[in-house]
């Protein structure tokens, strides 16, 4: 099987990659409570260095971005210094590996955030609750960000992005997938505004091009990547035209120099999902990351397909650091503990068996 087109080299922007199986981002919880990558997320990223590209579990661009107790942040001199220490190791590994840019905007706290109230578009509870330091809480009510307010977003993301590049990551990721702020003014159940960064859909990606203009200025071409899901309903998410909505956003994504588009299409229906590829596909001219339901021979189908250039893995990388080998032998793969997937220990992090 290692002759697949799966195992073969491929280059995404200025990003050259051994192979086209990505490390999807997957939050797991074992930063420090402020927000300092640990000794063991060393280990665990280096674990899987084998994948064509690493991209890091979302990574907050300011204290007041946390969605997540104990996940790192990208702010300070010393998370900066703490992620050089993984990058050093992964690239030593022979490893690529960027970094999820994010903010949780209303997925978020007051008590994660400094007592402040969580900020989105407009002000929509999600439903649901939040881990907090006292436990589940159910989310607030977010208050809806002020038009004035968000140059201060771009310049935050902007800033984090000039930090990843100073902690030696080979790119970066924008998060606006998912539910979080970025994908909160995407999609029009989340976003309300009236200004010109609500209504019509160029309205709506305003903030998100603007972000990607910033990380490129700090980056340069090709080393910017944006991932986006169009159909996920995860954190209260839903748009009214998601077929509609995406294409028009990869359209307008496709004038930047990006890197790539990272699409996840979970949530999607049997009939919807192959539209929105094929849709996708047309609006962007990129390179395609895809995401969400591939096994090894769906992914090659899809490859060869042309549907995406790389294909995103996310349990399958958890639970099995070697999965290229894994994949290209045929061997049998390592089942996932959900029960350790968050918060925890090494247990379920980094004492998963190689081959």
């Known amino acids: 099987m290692a002759d697949m087109l799966l195992f073969s080299p491929v280059t995404l922007g ?9 490390m999807a981002p997957m939050t797991r919880n074992r930063a420090t409570p402020d927000g300092l990558p640990t000794p063991m997320m060393t280990t665990y990223y280096t674990q899987r260095a084998s994948a064509g590209l690493i991209v890091t579990e ?33 690239h030593s590994a022979g490893g690529r590996i960027a970094m999820q840019l994010g903010h949780a905007g209303r997925i978020s706290h007051p008590l994660l955030i400094g007592g402040r109230t969580p900020v989105a578009p407009s002000a929509i509870r999600p439903e649901g609750n939040c881990f907090t330091p006292q436990g589940q809480l159910p989310y607030e009510t977010p208050r809806a960000l002020a038009t004035e307010e968000l140059p201060t977003i771009v310049a935050q993301f902007r800033h984090a992005a000039a930090m990843a590049k100073e902690a030696g990551f080979d790119g970066v990721e924008l998060h606006s997938a998912n539910g979080y702020l970025l994908d909160e003014f995407l999609r029009s159940g989340t976003n309300k505004r009236t200004d010109g960064y609500g209504g019509s859909v ?87 990351i895809a995401n969400a339901g591939y096994d090894v021979e769906r992914a090659e189908t899809a490859l060869k397909a042309k549907e995406a250039e790389a294909i995103a893995f996310g349990v399958p990388f958890l639970a099995n650091p070697d999965l290229p080998a894994r994949f290209a032998r045929g061997a049998e793969l390592n089942a996932p503990d959900p029960a350790t997937f968050y918060m925890g220990t090494e247990v379920g992090y980094i004492d998963y068996p190689n081959l």
């Open 202 to 288: 160029e309205n709506r990606t305003r903030l998100l091009l603007e972000v990607a203009s910033a990380a490129g200025e700090v980056w340069g071409p090709g080393r910017v990547g944006v991932r986006v899901s169009p159909f996920n309903p995860f954190n209260s998410m839903h748009d009214d035209q998601p077929l509609e909505t995406f294409p028009a956003v990869a359209r307008l994504l496709d004038a930047l120099p990006l890197a790539y588009l990272h699409i996840s299409y979970g949530g999607s229906s049997v009939e919807q999902r192959p539209e929105m590829i094929a849709r996708m596909r047309s609006a962007f001219g990129g390179p395609i």
């Open 58 to 90: 979302m990574t907050q661009i300011t204290p007041e971005a946390v969605g997540y107790m104990n996940t790192p942040g990208i702010h300070s001199a010393e998370q900066v210094a703490a992620w050089r220490t993984i990058t050093e190791a992964v």
């Open 14 to 22: 200025a990003l050259e990659l051994r192979n086209r199986l990505v």
